[in-house]
Each structure stands twice: as structure tokens, then as C-alpha cells.
Nanobody, 121 residues
Framework: QFQLVESGGGLVQPGGSLRLSCVASGFTVDYYAIGWFRQAPGKEREGVSC???????HYANSVKGRFTISRDIAKNMVYLEMNSLRPGDTAVYYC???????????????WGKGILVTVSS
């Protein structure tokens, strides 16, 4: 059974950093693409970053240069390092998996339950 579980969310001040983790079970992260998505209050869910099965990385323009996606194959985990956080980054963050990277929420098949990140002073 495919399962994704996010952790590492919380409250952080503007300009601060946070690292999200996504642990996968039922499959290995080097055979699937893992993406990070977020949904802010009152807004649609949007793609943030993705790492392909081959290790290629993709970022939304809004987070380029601030967020870094990585993975630890031995631990079957994917991380999202978030730096220079802004209030506009406040959202529930989800990890998702599918065969290929996509920022289209309709494409990604497997989803975690999400974790809240709040950027506020």
C-alpha cells in the first residue's frame, strides 16, 4: 500500500527556515517522482517542487533560489528545505508521488495528508 507522511511543519518567522520531510512506504523514492505541493487558505493547491525518479529537480518560479528539494534513498525520504520564508509561503504542504514529475494536481496519484507551515511574526 502506497503511503506518504509529511513532517517538519510549524510556525516560523519571516526570513526563517524550515525543513519538511516526506517518508514513503510501499514503494521506493528512486522509482517514482515525488512532488511538494501547497494550498494556502482560499487558494487552489499548487506545485512547489518535484524530484524525478532519476534525481532531476524542478521548482515553481515563486520558490526558486529559496527552496531545495532532495532525497535520501536509503531512508526512502524526500525533503524540502525552505529558506527566506515569507508570509505568502503559509500553507498546508503536501507531498505526492507518481511516475513522472508534474505540477498538475490532477496528475499526481498518491498523496500525503499534508502539514501546516505558518510564516508569521
Amino acid at each position: 500500500q502506497f503511503q506518504l507522511v509529511e513532517s517538519g511543519g510549524g510556525l516560523v518567522q519571516p526570513g526563517g527556515s524550515l525543513r519538511l520531510s516526506c517518508v514513503a512506504s510501499g514503494f521506493t523514492v528512486d522509482y517514482y517522482a515525488i512532488g511538494w505541493f501547497r494550498q494556502a487558505p482560499g487558494k487552489e493547491r499548487e506545485g512547489v517542487s518535484c524530484i524525478s525518479a532519476s534525481g532531476g529537480t524542478h521548482y515553481a518560479n515563486s520558490v526558486k533560489g529559496r527552496f531545495t528539494i532532495s532525497r535520501d534513498i536509503a531512508k526512502n525520504m524526500v525533503y524540502l528545505e525552505m529558506n527566506s520564508l515569507r508570509p505568502g509561503d503559509t500553507a498546508v504542504y503536501y507531498c505526492a508521488a507518481d511516475v513522472y514529475c508534474s505540477f498538475d494536481v490532477r496528475v499526481m496519484e498518491y498523496w500525503g495528508k499534508g502539514i501546516l507551515v505558518t510564516v508569521s511574526s
